[in-house]
């Protein structure tokens, strides 16, 4: 028997099988072939079918989140973008640390300036107050001295710990013994509906501006305007009027301008203008400065505000904003006021009570309220109000903060009519105790009742 090796190739390339045969007598061969050598795979043929059908299926569902996604996507889109500029205007408050670890050498530093700030109201004014307050500022001392070893501690809180002991040594050191006379009760109680309602003289369309009457008793029948008329924001010129019926009639008026145009050095930004003393009071054109210009020398003098926010920084933005708003004089009893707001009082309101001989700061209060949740504020009494949109026709003043004491309310509720929705201006007069709005063009005055 002839065994003969046939080679065949299988289903796998590179394999051979060795097969056995027997030569016939004619020649041929004859060899028995195993077929199962070549059987077809079943089984892993199945598990790669099952592979392929699971991964079209995990493909199908991938490729339907990948549609849901991007049906999905615009929507968030516009959530993002809606956050974003949300938060715009606080992004101040990283990059500046205010949410990060706070310095606790700053607050140190700020701690030992009003301890001195105290040790000065006492050598000024030794009473119980000041020697309390110097009992509490030891104290704080203490805690700020024991964080620098402390893992655990509230900045937030200390801070506003100093906020309040800062603004308590200002009131002891501001409010003098006989000023009770003209403020026997120092809140309002009430608000009359409009005395005086009258459209502007310029035209309807300068729904910006502020106006008034003369605050101090030497020129105190004067009445003046200020219309915004240059994209409601900037102007130069201030209109004054000898009487209130000259007022009423629109006539026996003189214009007087304050620079040689809006854009010029001393020109006017904002609606926050007041007349006090024979001198006009308000922003400098594009700058972080107060102007005042003296109607009788023509002389312009400048007092910058440290760390103040403007151009549209901070302005008065409650339901809509009051576009460069930022910086708001305004007069009561005591004399002459600045409201605005920093970045280190996190955009809450700051009150400054202004010397207008010397022109200069003499004392400021840090308050707790966001400036841009308020429609308008005002000084009566040294009392700080702040109002708030009811609706198109009605304001509501809702906040108080009192310079006498350092406390503050946001429990009020009294009712301000008006005629239309935005308040430029509004500010209060202690002459005749009437509040002057600038409402949209018109220009409306009521009686404070106490």
């Known amino acids: 028997m002839l065994l003969l090796l046939l080679l065949l190739t299988s289903t796998g390339p590179g394999h051979a099988v060795k097969v056995t045969g027997q030569e016939k007598t004619d020649g041929s061969c004859l060899c028995e072939v195993n077929t199962n050598t070549w059987a077809f795979p079943t089984q892993k043929f199945e598990k790669v079918d099952k592979l392929v059908q ?13 549609t849901e996604t991007n049906g999905e996507l615009p929507k968030i889109q516009a959530i993002i973008k809606n956050v974003t500029a949300r938060i715009e205007p606080l992004k101040y408050l990283n990059t500046k640390g205010i949410h990060n670890a706070l310095h606790l050498r700053q607050l140190s530093q700020d701690l030992e300036e009003i301890s001195q700030m105290i040790n000065t109201a006492q050598r000024e004014k030794n009473s119980a107050e000041t020697r309390k307050l110097k009992e509490e500022v030891v104290k704080v001392q203490e805690e700020v001295k024991n964080m620098f070893t402390d893992n655990v501690f509230n900045l937030e809180t200390v801070r506003d710990k100093l906020r309040s002991l800062h603004n308590r040594v200002q009131s002891c050191r501001t409010i003098p013994g006989d000023f009770r006379s003209p403020c026997h009760q120092r809140l309002m109680s009430n608000i009359s509906s409009p005395v005086t309602t009258k459209l502007n003289p310029f ?59 809006y854009s010029y050095a001393g020109g006017i930004q904002g609606p926050g203008t007041v007349l006090y003393g024979g001198a006009v009071y308000y922003q400098c054109y594009n700058k972080d400065e107060l102007c005042r210009y003296d109607l009788q020398s023509k002389e312009t003098k400048r007092l910058t505000l ?79 109000y702040a109002t708030r949109y009811a609706d198109t026709y009605r304001e509501e003043v ?24 935005g308040v ?27």
């Open 398 to 421: 809702f906040y108080a903060f009192n310079t006498a004491t350092g406390h503050e309310d946001n429990t009020l509720s009294l009712p301000l009519e008006k005629v239309s929705t």
């Open 54 to 66: 699971d991964c079209g299926a995990n493909l199908q569902k991938l490729q339907n989140q990948v």
């Open 306 to 384: 440290p760390n103040v926010g403007i151009n549209n920084k901070f302005p008065y933005c409650y339901y809509s904003c009051r576009d460069y708003t930022d910086i708001d004089l305004s007069t009561d009893e005591q004399g002459l006021w600045v409201i605005y707001a920093t970045e280190s009082n996190h955009g809450n309101i700051v009150l400054s009570r202004l010397d207008t001989e010397t022109f200069n700061i003499t004392h400021t209060w840090k308050t707790r309220l966001f400036k841009k949740s308020v429609t308008n504020a005002f000084m009566v009494c040294g009392v700080l």
């Open 424 to 450: 430029a201006s509004l500010s209060y007069n202690p002459i005749d105790r009437k509040l002057y709005m600038y409402n949209d063009g018109y220009l409306l005055a009521y009686q404070a009742l106490f």
């Open 203 to 261: 035209d309807k369309s300068y729904v910006s501006g502020a106006w008034g009457r003369e605050s101090k008793r030497e020129s105190e029948g004067v009445y003046w305007i200020q219309p915004l008329r240059y994209s409601n924001i900037y102007d130069y010129t201030i209109r004054l009027y000898p009487s209130y019926n000259d007022f009423m009639a629109s006539k026996n008026y003189k214009d007087v301008n304050v620079a040689a145009g």
